[in-house]
């Protein structure tokens, strides 16, 4: 299968209005935030969010975040449970920044202002979740964690001097120098005022943290803006993503019904963690026997269990059963998780949960060394959007928020030793496209049934034929909608290279057709980038050559 072309940038009016700061941050989560709230020490900083400043993935976290802050835990055991999650191609070294580092930066949060759940003597209340020997997910509100990160990270970004906030706003590409260095970016801001409409930013540094690509797919837990932006306009400024075809589908979602699109409310892991199991529609329980942590084996292992038993039993979920919490744990424990369920006609305290898997997170992303550089000068990534090389093939439950910090603390620390001289930017004469914004249903229907839990060379090329198609499709109206579409086919097509490639089974990455892990042949990673046509490439890089990029 020859992969589509993609537009090689976002058609769009002329920038109307110019501005210049020392660093553009894109995207408002925790990761997006951490960089910035550090970055300002360094000169002037804007943030860019798409929606308002609280609505990315930061606030949808319901588990907590992963630590060593037991005093009988240690940096160790997190890097070893965090090494056999990724299936052999987490980096060691990645892990071991993101475990050791990971506590101070746990402590940070609290200096915030973040409030975790604590015990009776006042330390903090640690749960356990898939892939974890020990207790050590700090959580908030119960379940509510990301949205206490959130609100505290939030409350120091309006207080801090320094600090702009650009809300309603859309990057759409990147300024590039005569060198292929950054020089800043170009968007769309939906206001008032001078900034209106297409405008371009100058920058000395650019810090993607734009988040994930769970709109991808027609159910996932990820909400309405994670449509892949920051993938999308970094592999058009010629960077490079690894790790794509590692898309982690969270084993236990609400199931709402077939006909349910878009996000779907999670049911964390933390509620298998506190003692739920999973059964099947004769109450089975299936997982004995299929790990040795049994319903908390790492998410691949559940996902893929699950899906083992709905296509053995021909049902379309299973079903979680927590009802021995009783009342009072559910209210105390997970109120966000049961306010959920019962407004959707569920009682957990009473009944069985239905659930079944949808796109939770992407384990890959924008490459980074290890102080959150890409392979592009000037340009910069961390969260979801970004591979530090910490996931490998499947991440394990509650690093992302941990990730995010740590990674956005070490790109700033970076950037301490002496920002890059503000470039001049180049005419861009790449060639302009858009996509059409009424493909995403069909692009998402391609998505789940050819590139979704389960993947074979014939479902990813009908995937790949189908988008190719949806490509081809002109439009005219730039705008939002069609902005996001492009960035859709842009990353899917990525996703599909890679995808075909890899023809083994590994972590979150499932080939019916090449159902073993062969570390024979596939220890390492997959790169994509746009060749001059602008048509997805990947290019495998071994284990060897792997550390020797990321760690210089």
């Known amino acids: 299968m020859t992969a589509p072309a993609v537009p090689q940038r976002l058609a769009a009016p002329e920038a109307g209005w110019t501005d ?129 990160i959130e609100r505290a990270l939030v409350a120091a970004v309006k207080q801090a001097k320094g600090i702009r906030l650009v809300e309603h706003a859309l990057v759409l590409d990147l300024l590039a120098a005569a060198d292929g260095s950054i020089a800043g970016v170009t968007l769309h801001v939906m206001g008032e005022g001078q900034l209106d409409g297409v405008g371009a930013i100058r920058a000395r540094a650019v810090i993607l943290a734009s988040g994930g690509l769970g709109q991808l797919y027609a159910a996932t837990t990820n909400p309405s803006v994670s449509t892949g932006d920051g993938m999308a306009l970094a592999l058009r400024a010629g960077a490079k993503v690894r790790d794509l075809e590692f898309v982690q589908f969270h084993p236990t979602v609400l199931w709402l019904g077939k006909s349910a699109k878009g996000q779907q409310p999670l049911v964390s892991e933390a509620v298998r963690g506190e003692g739920a199991f999973l059964v099947d529609h004769t109450g089975k329980r299936f997982m004995q026997g299929q ?44 109120p966000t998780i049961l306010a959920s369920c019962r407004s959707h006609g569920i009682d957990p305290v009473r009944e069985l949960i239905p659930v079944a898997p949808a796109c939770h997170y992407s384990s890959g992303g924008v490459w980074t060394d290890l102080n959150g550089q890409t392979s592009v000068p000037g340009l910069y990534a961390c969260g979801e959007v970004a591979c530090t090389g910490v996931h490998g093939a499947n991440r394990l ?74 490509i081809e499709q002109p439009y005219d109206e730039p705008g939002t909608p069609g902005w996001e579409a492009t960035n859709l086919v842009t990353v899917a097509s990525a996703l599909i290279a890679a995808a075909t490639a890899r023809e083994e089974s590994r972590g979150a990455h499932w080939r019916e057709d090449h159902p073993d892990r062969d570390d024979l042949h596939w220890f390492g990673s997959l790169d994509v980038t746009l060749d001059q046509q602008a048509v997805p490439q990947a290019t495998f890089v071994s284990r060897e050559s792997e550390e020797n990029d990321r760690h210089g």
């Open 20 to 148: 210049s700061v020392d660093v553009v941050v894109i995207g408002s989560g925790v990761a997006g935030l951490s960089a910035a709230l550090k970055a300002r020490e360094l000169g002037t900083v804007l943030v860019v969010t798409k929606d308002v400043v609280a609505s990315g993935s930061t606030q949808w976290a319901q588990g907590g975040i992963a630590a060593a802050l037991h005093p009988e835990d240690s940096p160790e055991e997190h890097l070893q449970d965090t090494l056999v999650a990724g299936a052999g191609l987490s980096d060691p070294e990645a892990v071991r920044v993101l475990v050791t580092e990971g506590p101070d930066a746990v402590r940070d949060l609290i200096d915030l202002g973040a409030r975790f759940d604590t015990m009776a003597d006042g330390e903090i209340s640690l749960g356990r979740e898939g892939g974890h020997h020990r207790n050590r997910i700090a959580h908030a509100g119960g379940d509510a964690t990301g949205a206490e």
């Open 291 to 334: 790990h040795e942590l049994a319903d908390l084996a790492p998410r691949d292992i559940v996902a893929k269990a699950i899906m083992r038993q709905m296509l053995a039993t021909g049902k379309d979920h299973v079903y979680l059963d927590a009802r021995h919490f009783g009342d009072e744990k559910w209210r105390v424990r997970f």
């Open 397 to 470: 439950a509650s690093n992302s928020l941990l990730e995010g910090l740590v990674f956005a603390r070490r790109i700033a620390a970076h950037l301490a030793n002496g920002l890059p001289e503000q470039r001049e930017p180049v005419v861009d004469r790449r060639t302009p496209g858009l996509v059409d914004a009424d493909v995403v249903p069909e692009l998402q229907r391609a998505m789940t049934v050819g590139a979704g839990v389960i993947r074979s060379a014939t479902g990813l090329s009908e995937a790949g034929a189908a988008i190719g198609k949806l």
